[in-house]
């Protein structure tokens, strides 16, 4: 059986892991970066202009389906 502290522990670093998810500014870090255009690349490839909302830099971030 876990301890009470040990699951604690678990919890707060799962909790990290989601804060580090999402798109981030390469400027500032802030997670507010809106997308405000999306547009189909070759090969699969899905590119989305952002802008932050924190420091207004706009920046493009590609995607790419995995799998079936």
Do not use: N, W
Not at 21 to 49: E, F, I, K, N
């Amino acid at each position: 059986m876990m301890e009470p502290s040990s699951r604690k522990t678990e919890l707060d670093q799962d909790d990290q892991e989601q804060e580090q998810r999402g798109v981030r500014c390469p400027d500032c870090g802030c997670g507010h970066a809106p997308v405000y255009y999306t547009r189909q690349a070759t090969g699969g490839v899905t590119r989305r202009s952002r802008e932050c909302r924190h420091c207004g830099r706009r920046f493009i971030t590609s995607e790419q389906r995995v799998g079936g």
